[in-house]
């Protein structure tokens, strides 16, 4: 590594962050208090630092962001809240524990969409039970998606504000369907980057983060 053009030597060098530009093993690097950013996850990546059955979508992350010492509770980044192995889309990452906490917090409502493809197709009493609320097996309180509005025969857009374990998945299955593929397109009102392919993650920008509960 290397800081204001300086090989760094000893790991417990302090320098003012104005204008601190250093490099990774020849990468440029700005410096960020707090890292925030989005990932397109592809399929077959698990949100875990210990994956157990598939490589973790860390693994997509250059090694700085993952190991990164910050003053924040938590070390490198962190999925704030997890995609199932199969599911594609956004997900944000962060080492800022306040922001992992309030973006996961059932309180605060951020809202989530996903472009569900089912197995069978989705009728308008499937989409008024989505809506009513439906009783997952673990939970005798029925969960509700805020928004649910059909694209196609066998594709729904679904908006839920919770992030209940394959909470999806569950909800289609108690209406006696099946999801054949999960993406997540938008958080609040921020959408998926177009321009990121699959794999590949980038910064947000302070407009994001806005647009995030915006
Ligand atoms: N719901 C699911 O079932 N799976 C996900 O990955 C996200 C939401």
Redesign the pocket.
Known sequence: MSINGEIARKADAEFATDDLKFSVDGAAWGFVERAYLMLNKPAGYECSQAPKHWPSVYSLLPTPLTTRPTKSSVNGVQAVG???QD?TGMLLLSDDGQFIHHMASPKHHVPKM?VVTTKHAVDDAAISALLAGVVLNDDPEAVAAVACERVNETQIHLTLTE?KY?????MLAAVGNR?EA?H?SQIGGLKLDPDLAEGRWRWLTADDLAKING
Request: glycine fraction near 8%; aromatic fraction near 8%.
């Open positions: 997890r995609l199932d599911t996903y992030g394959h909470q999806v998945k569950r999801v999960l997540r």
